[in-house]
Structure formats: structure tokens, C-alpha cells
């Protein structure tokens, strides 16, 4: 059941198979506060990214994978439906909150994305940004995604990857790799997401390696930004 909010906006809170990850984790919470706190300044880092991956947005049915506290509002076309994947508890009354204020259409769900309580062809998009280095098979993951875009579909997607072997980054990316993951709920530094997706079965994938400029954050300034068909319209 969903609650009505003002603004036009809605939310609609679904745990799926008890996967949700408790709100009451401190790990869950300080995510939840950090992300929304950094959200500003994630966006200015990644913008380039950002910009080019959803480049063509359309509005219709786009769901966003690991939504966090709505980074991605700005970008979600007026008219559009969001369903917004989101597992951790502790991440949904901030996003909510974000969504009345872009008045951005969503239903929450707290699915883990390895998991998406979608049917088949149901959905025009997906995107995720610094999603897939989180989340436990990015493998499975891609097969739902394929699963649920129509034909003609595209998955949009902005991740951070594991830098060239001979970087220094690379050393400071395994130095770093078991904190890291446990401070940022299974954050992999080291993840080759960009070949994960190639070998996902779309028909086109477009990706382009491209690191964040300006960023703090130098374990996972390696980066890409990709869009991967879905079969043919």
C-alpha cells in the first residue's frame, strides 16, 4: 500500500523476501547520513559521467538501482515513474524526503538488486551509479536487469572500477580493499564492472573509461560511464 504525499509525489515501501538491511546497523546509518551529506559533491565529481550516461533519458518507467538518498533526482525526466531499489532501511526517509522535494514520482522498494520483484519487459530503463562495486553478484545483478528492460531497453550506468595493474592506484585500491568494503557496505575497489557488463549478453554496450577529476575520494577515482542495449526495440 502506498501513502499519498503532496506535491503529486508517492512512495511505496516493499520488503521483498526480508532482504532490507536493518535501519538500525550503524554502518546502514552513517551510509545513510554520508551519502546525503556528500550528495553535492558527488554529483560536481561524477557530472561528466553523469551527463553522458543519461544523455537521452526519456521519460516512462525507470527504475534506479541502489538509489541511495535520491542523488540521481536531478536527472529523472518530469512524468517519469521511479522505482527506486533501495535495500537499506536506514537510506529510505531521506529518500522520500528528496522525492517530495523533486517531486519525482517513486515506489520504494527494498529488494537487493540480485533479486527484482519486477516482471519480465516490464520497465523503459535502468541506471545505477557506484552501485555494482556494492552488491554481492553483479553477475546476477546484470541478468536482472536484462530480465526486466523491455526490448530496446538501455541500462545506464556511471561505477567506479579497479585501476590499470601498473597504477599506484591500484596498490592503494588492495591496500585499502577490506576497510573500505566494510565501511561502505561491501564497497569493492577493485571490481572490473566494465567487463561484467560487456559480457552480460546486451546486444550494444558503450563504455568509456574516464577518471573523476577533482575528487578526494583517490581509491575509486578509476572510473567508467556506459549504456548497454537491451536486445532490439
Partial sequence: MCDAQTNGAHSCDKVTHGQALSSSSRISRFNAWFFD????????????HKRNAFNGLKAGTIVELGAGTGANFRYIPEGSRLIAIEPNAAMHTRLQRNAKARKVDIELLASPGENIPLADDSVDEVIATLVLCTVTDPEKVL??????????GTFRFVEHIAAHPASPRRWIQWLVARPWAWLFEGCDTQRDTAGAVANAGFSRVIVESKRFRHSVFFPVNSAVWGLATNGDS
Avoid: F, K, M
Fill in 37 to 48: 551529506v556528500v550528495d553535492r559533491y558527488v554529483n560536481h565529481v561524477a557530472q561528466v
Fill in 143 to 152: 541478468t536482472e536487469i536484462r530480465r526486466i528492460l523491455r526490448p530496446g
